[in-house]
């Protein structure tokens, strides 16, 4: 076991996994330049192509290769335009006797990358065809967890593997499994939560850019590519390989999870990595290019689904935000004030920020609804929000760090949000939510907590493990802190034309 000194995951975080310059076995992958000359090669080539490494380097590869397979993989190559693109060709005959290959290729610098797999099942089945009714069912779905359930049911009977998982980050990003299917002798992880540290952030940077990984085996020998550098003296640069081999502390992990073979698919939303589909197996899988590729696509059209699902969501909650400004503004025109409208205004809060109590001071008097702080304490808060930027929101689940000692230990109140809507002198209203003891069941012991010793390794069990954080409010969501925002402005212009109104009226 290896103890360091530095925080295990920064350690983690510097493993440079595109650069690491090895295949996995099943596949092989080559490096040609311009002129179709092969500069690199993986040392397998001869068990996926049956050609030995050390020939081909330095060979044309239209020596090797079928006249029509270079035809097809040329006019394929030049239809890439750079980027993060590449392109496939499934079942191609390459030297013309019969053996059936799928081809990946991409552009990396000046040279292409090109990765074959021996065809296992040509034409078996057509597997673009099942993915049209899955996603009619996920059409019907209505909620996130629905969504996600059907697609973990259909990559469960599409692919063998014998668990399934839909796994979403939060803001932290650590990750929740929110939907899952599992064959009977597996252990289930639904509702399980798992640390950020188990994707470090140069992997979940990959993962943006190229969608799907497998492993088809964790135990099976990759294979080094030879030489490791191209010819301009730079490691090959693995980042969007099909076949790049994965890192082995990732092997591990999955070792200690009793998984043999993996593998993963990013879902996306807005460019940003919203969770993936995570599948195990306790036996060695491969699944064929042509069926990951439509797996790919299914998860891309999944993502789409998602998307337009939440933004509907945000945008509900955004209409009600607005509406929320032209009955305050109605309210305020009617009469209503801080102070004496204090219940009426939690109400209309209520239709789009869930809190517990509220509280401001109004010409130096404190007034309250529902859970607040005693004066005192809302003195103390007052003080501490003095010192925070006045012009926009601030928002805490853990009034405890954010402001230590600025409420009673048992005061049972944990989160806030202020909406500061007067500099000169300060004002603000805030929002209280009440402590909920939260158990957060991790799957396994995160590695850090209460363990003295940190270790860089991936813990040893995924046993569930629970944790209960005390002193936490529910967090505010980002449609929250989004209709937060609205109601502060609205404030501000209500609080403003008072002003002018009293001002006028003194005149
Ligand atoms: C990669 N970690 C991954 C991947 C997943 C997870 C899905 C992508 C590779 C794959 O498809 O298997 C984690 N797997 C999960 C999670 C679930 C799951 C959260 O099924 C939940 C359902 N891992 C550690 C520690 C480190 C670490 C301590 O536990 C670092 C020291 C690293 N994880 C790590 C690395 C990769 C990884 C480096 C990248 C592997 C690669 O692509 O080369």
């Given at each position: 076991?290896?103890r360091?000194?530095?925080?295990?995951?920064d350690?983690?975080a510097?493993?440079q996994?595109?650069?690491?310059g090895?295949?996995?076995?099943y596949?092989?992958?080559?490096v040609?330049?311009?002129?179709?000359?092969?500069?690199?090669?993986?040392?397998?080539t001869?068990?996926?192509l049956?050609?030995?490494?050390?020939?081909?380097?330095?060979?044309?590869?239209?020596?090797?290769?079928?006249?029509?397979?270079?035809?097809?993989?040329?006019?394929?190559?030049?239809?890439?335009s750079g980027?993060?693109?590449?392109?496939?060709?499934?079942?191609?005959?390459?030297?013309?006797?019969g053996r059936?290959?799928?081809?990946?290729?991409?552009?990396?610098?000046?040279?292409?990358?090109l990765?074959?797999?021996?065809?296992?099942?040509?034409?078996?089945?057509?597997?673009?065809?099942l993915?049209?009714?899955?996603?009619?069912?996920?059409?019907?779905?209505?909620?996130v967890?629905e969504?996600c359930?059907?697609?973990?049911?259909?990559?469960?009977?599409?692919t063998?593997?014998?668990?399934?998982?839909a796994?979403?980050?939060?803001?932290?990003?650590?990750?929740?499994?929110?939907?899952?299917?599992?064959?009977?002798?597996?252990d289930?992880?639904?509702?399980?939560a798992?640390?950020?540290?188990?994707?470090?952030?140069?992997?979940r940077a990959?993962?943006?850019r190229?969608?799907?990984?497998i492993?088809?085996?964790?135990?099976?020998?990759?294979?080094?590519?030879?030489?490791?550098?191209d010819?301009?003296?730079?490691?090959?640069?693995l980042?969007?390989?099909?076949?790049?081999?994965?890192?082995?502390?990732?092997i591990?992990?999955?070792?200690?999870m009793?998984?043999?073979?993996?593998?993963?698919?990013s879902i996306?939303r807005?460019?940003?990595?919203w969770?993936?589909?995570?599948?195990?197996?306790?036996?060695?899988?491969?699944?064929?290019?042509?069926?990951?590729?439509?797996?790919?696509?299914?998860?891309?059209l999944l993502?789409?689904?998602?998307?337009?699902?939440?933004?509907?969501?945000?945008?509900?909650?955004?209409?009600k935000?607005?509406?929320?400004?032209?009955?305050?503004?109605?309210?305020?025109?009617a009469g209503?004030?801080?102070?004496?409208?204090?219940?009426?205004?939690?109400?209309?809060i209520?239709?789009?920020?869930?809190?517990d109590?509220?509280a401001l001071?109004?010409?130096?008097?404190?007034?309250?609804?529902?859970?607040?702080?005693?004066?005192?304490?809302?003195?103390?808060?007052?003080?501490?929000?003095?010192?925070?930027?006045?012009?926009?929101?601030?928002?805490?689940s853990?009034i405890?760090?954010?402001m230590p000692?600025?409420?009673?230990?048992?005061?049972?109140i944990?989160?806030?949000?202020?909406?500061?809507?007067?500099?000169?002198?300060?004002?603000a209203?805030?929002l209280?939510r009440?402590?909920?003891t939260?158990?957060?069941?991790?799957?396994g012991?995160?590695?850090?907590?209460?363990?003295?010793e940190?270790?860089?390794?991936?813990r040893?069990?995924?046993?569930?493990?629970?944790?209960?954080?005390?002193?936490?409010?529910?967090?505010?969501?980002?449609?929250?802190k989004?209709?937060?925002?609205?109601?502060?402005?609205?404030?501000?212009e209500?609080?403003?034309?008072?002003?002018?109104?009293?001002?006028?009226?003194?005149?």
């Amino acid at each position: 076991m290896l103890r360091i000194e530095n925080d295990p995951l920064d350690i983690c975080a510097s493993e440079q996994i595109q650069f690491m310059g090895r295949v996995q076995s099943y596949g092989c992958l080559l490096v040609i330049n311009n002129s179709w000359i092969v500069q690199n090669a993986s040392e397998n080539t001869y068990d996926i192509l049956g050609l030995k490494a050390e020939g081909l380097i330095g060979m044309r590869l239209i020596e090797q290769l079928s006249p029509e397979a270079m035809h097809t993989l040329r006019g394929k190559v030049q239809t890439l335009s750079g980027g993060d693109e590449s392109v496939r060709v499934f079942g191609v005959d390459l030297f013309n006797d019969g053996r059936r290959f799928d081809a990946a290729m991409h552009r990396s610098g000046l040279n292409y990358l090109l990765e074959f797999e021996r065809k296992s099942n040509p034409a078996q089945r057509d597997d673009l065809s099942l993915v049209e009714p899955l996603m009619a069912k996920v059409r019907a779905a209505d909620s996130v967890e629905e969504m996600c359930k059907i697609a973990a049911r259909g990559l469960w009977a599409l692919t063998g593997f014998s668990r399934v998982m839909a796994y979403r980050f939060e803001a932290d990003h650590s990750g929740r499994v929110i939907a899952e299917m599992a064959s009977a002798n597996m252990d289930r992880y639904l509702g399980l939560a798992f640390p950020a540290g188990d994707i470090p952030p140069q992997a979940r940077a990959l993962y943006k850019r190229n969608l799907l990984r497998i492993i088809p085996d964790i135990t099976a020998p990759s294979s080094p590519i030879r030489p490791a550098c191209d010819p301009q003296g730079q490691p090959v640069d693995l980042s969007m390989a099909v076949t790049r081999a994965v890192s082995p502390i990732h092997i591990e992990y999955l070792a200690n999870m009793g998984v043999r073979a993996s593998m993963s698919v990013s879902i996306m939303r807005n460019g940003e990595l919203w969770g993936m589909m995570a599948c195990h197996h306790p036996q060695p899988l491969y699944i064929d290019y042509e069926t990951r590729s439509a797996i790919e696509l299914f998860i891309q059209l999944l993502s789409y689904e998602l998307t337009i699902h939440e933004d509907r969501l945000e945008r509900e909650h955004a209409e009600k935000a607005n509406a929320l400004h032209d009955r305050l503004v109605m309210l305020f025109e009617a009469g209503l004030d801080f102070t004496t409208g204090l219940n009426a205004l939690s109400q209309e809060i209520a239709t789009v920020v869930e809190f517990d109590g509220i509280a401001l001071r109004n010409n130096d008097r404190y007034h309250h609804d529902g859970l607040a702080p005693s004066e005192e304490e809302f003195r103390r808060i007052e003080t501490q929000l003095s010192a925070m930027p006045a012009g926009r929101l601030i928002t805490s689940s853990r009034i405890d760090s954010l402001m230590p000692g600025a409420l009673d230990p048992d005061s049972g109140i944990a989160g806030l949000m202020a909406l500061p809507i007067r500099r000169h002198p300060r004002q603000a209203v805030v929002l209280f939510r009440r402590e909920v003891t939260q158990n957060v069941v991790w799957a396994g012991k995160p590695a850090g907590k209460d363990d003295p010793e940190k270790r860089i390794s991936p813990r040893q069990s995924f046993q569930a493990w629970q944790e209960t954080v005390r002193r936490t409010s529910a967090e505010w969501s980002a449609g929250e802190k989004r209709a937060g925002e609205v109601l502060r402005v609205t404030l501000l212009e209500l609080i403003l034309k008072i002003a002018s109104d009293s001002s006028r009226a003194g005149r």
